[in-house]
């Protein structure tokens, strides 16, 4: 079973994969936390969970989940194993991100993206190292990050913890036989972009397209399956050769 972390929208990434790797037949659990959308430009999209759900060839679970609480991966684990049984791949696309810089982030912002994008994906990690039974050379555990700092400052230093954390499970979780790798899928608009911001984007990309949640999604696929087992503690660059 797969456990993917911060499926909140139909058209985001969490979803792509979520359903890629339902389509190549993995029982998924998936979290989500609406407040956050609610607090963002795009707004809440009604009955999304629903509709991914909907989605999902397989059997699925849908759990609720604020991040930001320290006491929630280790009940995300548990509603996901009671339901589906134990967790063989993490993916984690969940992330606190909000636009400010070094002279107007607030301490409050940047407590809020470290607890969610950093402290929830290590205690996550370590609820999967804890719980993992699977056989040996089975185990994925797969982040999605970003470069994006400038402008941005709590969510790409915050990254950046994360992109360590990740990459130190390839080798403290070595015994188990898990690989844990790190994926900058670039720029793919979910809804996020202005214009101007796509623009730029555009330009910047040499195949003269932003990317999709589907070419995340495949990615994704590769490194859970057995084909993917060898490519292990890497910080993967699949943004379409962005500059």
């Known amino acids: 079973m797969a456990l993917v972390t911060g499926v909140g929208r139909t058209i985001g990434i969490g979803a792509g994969i979520a359903r890629r790797l339902a389509a190549a ?13 609610e607090r963002m430009s795009w707004g809440p999209e ?4 629903e509709a991914i759900s909907a989605t999902l060839d397989g059997r699925s679970a ?8 320290a006491a929630t991966p280790a009940a995300v684990f548990d509603a996901a194993e009671d339901r589906l049984g134990p967790v063989t791949a993490l993916v984690m696309c969940h992330a606190e991100s909000v636009d400010s ?3 107007d982030t607030t301490v409050e912002s940047f407590d809020r993206h470290f607890a969610v994008n950093a402290r929830a994906s290590w205690l996550l990690i370590r609820e999967y190292g804890r719980r993992f039974q699977g056989p040996h050379g089975t185990g994925r555990i797969i982040a999605l990050t970003s470069d994006h ?3 941005n400052l709590p969510y790409g230093a915050s990254k950046g913890a994360l992109d360590r954390i990740t990459l130190a499970a390839a080798h403290e979780l070595a015994h188990l036989g898990v690989t844990a790798n790190v994926i900058n899928p670039g720029p793919i608009d979910t809804g996020w972009m202005t214009d101007e911001v796509r623009a730029a984007c555009l330009r910047q990309t040499p195949l003269g397209r932003l990317g999709t949640p589907q070419d995340t999604a495949d990615l994704v696929e590769f490194l859970c399956s057995p084909r993917g087992q060898w ?4 910080l993967l660059m699949s943004n379409g050769g962005s500059a």
């Open 25 to 37: 037949g993995w029982d998924i659990a998936f979290s989500y936390w609406h407040p956050y959308d």
């Open 46 to 49: 009604a009955g999304a969970t």
């Open 62 to 69: 849908a759990i609720e989940a604020d991040l930001a609480d």
């Open 101 to 103: 810089g070094l002279l």
């Open 149 to 151: 700092t400038v402008g």
């Open 231 to 234: 490519i292990n503690g890497q």
